[in-house]
């Protein structure tokens, strides 16, 4: 966080990123004697409503963040910033998004959590477009000139009043990771109400919470004890925030969660918390062995959709096999009650480093809308393409060596995955043949 202090002391010369928090109501004028460095631009937590005319002089500015500003209309300025990519204005107050307002070079653009009611037609024209960020919004519909954005992988229309996902955009050919849950279209139950009540509830005074293990979006993860009796057990306790995040909201994660079933590469859950103090809903899981973590860190700036792996982070082929092999299954299971993942990423993916592997993270995650199995078949394409980002990732971090015909094996059905045609795509129960027909060393 920097100081406004230090930017009209000009201490901050040649700056390429800078926070200003500080309760601001007016955008400052000295942060135009950076435009010739200034990249990020991050004015979240103020009292902004506008941005200046002249906003464009920061010819070099590269991302834009403006969240928990009383906006209530995303500003047309923006459409003339040369350099932009990258707009946040998550948890305004943003009613309208004009025509003029998208940046030509958008790649991605954070709109949760406003009262947005329609986009414009022009976002058609953002070619560039990869990330798409709604949730929490009053859309009923998206506009048809959306089709054009061929680059987009993710999208997270979760929590509006959407009646039906469109046939265009379920074939979008590059579309990986979608997120539609607690719209009209999934229905009046959403598979919430049964998921619940097939909850064992687990009462609150069983639970003595211990360290965190861990904070998302969604909620907070508690390493806890279990008393049953004279027994007690070690096990995990995630605790739900009530507001909708980037992915949608926590309560359709927890029912979800529940709808999810026994497989070995999911983390058991136990049951829900009942009379909690505070009404707080959460879940009570398994404690996983303190060996596995997460396959890769989750998408930069820069990758935009893509995960970050660390450098040291390569794997023998039967190991990415095995890998593939647990959630290619488990991805099969999901569809198979009727669940879109929505998140299929190697940062929700924890492993131990010898192929056993466990898919968490259903922040994202939707039951498959009611009445339509054509529906759900395209779906399950949309996902397979995002299985053929984590092969191709697989592939790339796999080290040399014996394995050669494995490789190519892998590289095949990656291939298969992301076709641009969806139905050109393998569904997973053929994913899950084929890979079970690969030898793990050759």
Known sequence: ????????????????????????????????????????????????????????????????????????????????????????FKSCRIVSVPAASLPPRLRWLILTDNQVEALPATIGRCGRLQKLMLAGNRLRSLPSELAACSRLE??????????????????????????YSGNPLCGSDDGAGRSARAASPIPWRSLALQDVLGEGASGVIHRAIRHQGAECENVAVKLFKGAVTSDGLPLNEMAVCLGAGEHPNLIPVLGRIADHPAQAHGLVMDLIDARFCSLAGPPSFESCTRDVYAPEALFAPGVALRIARGIASVARHLHARGINHGDLYAHNILHCGEGAAVLGDF????????????????????????????????????????????????????????????????????????????????
Do not use: K, Y
């Not at 906003?55 to 070099?60: C, E, I």
């Not at 993710?154 to 997120?179: F, G, K, V, Y």
């Not at 015909?405 to 045609?421: E, G, H, I, N």
């Open 154 to 179: 993710l999208l997270r229309i979760a929590a509006n009043q959407l009646t039906e996902l469109p046939d265009w955009l379920l074939r979008l050919p590059r579309l990986s990771w979608l997120a």
């Open 363 to 442: 922040g994202a995650a939707s039951f498959h809308p009611p009445g339509g199995s054509e529906v759900a078949e395209a779906l399950q394409r949309i996902e397979v393409r995002a299985f053929g980002c984590l092969l191709e990732e697989l592939l790339e971090r796999c080290t040399a060596g014996p394995g050669s015909d494995l490789r190519s094996a892998l590289a095949s059905l990656q291939a298969r995955c992301v076709a641009p045609d969806p139905d050109a795509r393998p569904l997973f129960a053929e994913i899950e043949r084929t890979l079970a027909g690969v030898r793990e060393s050759v």
């Open 1 to 88: 966080m920097h100081s406004l202090d230090d930017l009209r002391a000009g201490r901050l010369n040649g700056t390429r990123h800078l926070r200003l928090s500080a309760g601001l109501s007016e955008f400052p004028r000295e942060i135009f004697d950076h435009a010739d460095s200034l990249e990020v631009l991050d004015l979240s937590g103020n009292g902004l409503s506008s941005l200046p005319d002249d906003l464009p002089r920061l010819h070099r500015l590269r991302i834009l963040f403006c969240s928990g500003n009383p906006f209530q209309e995303l500003p047309e300025v923006l459409g003339r910033c040369p350099a932009l990519e990258m707009v946040g």
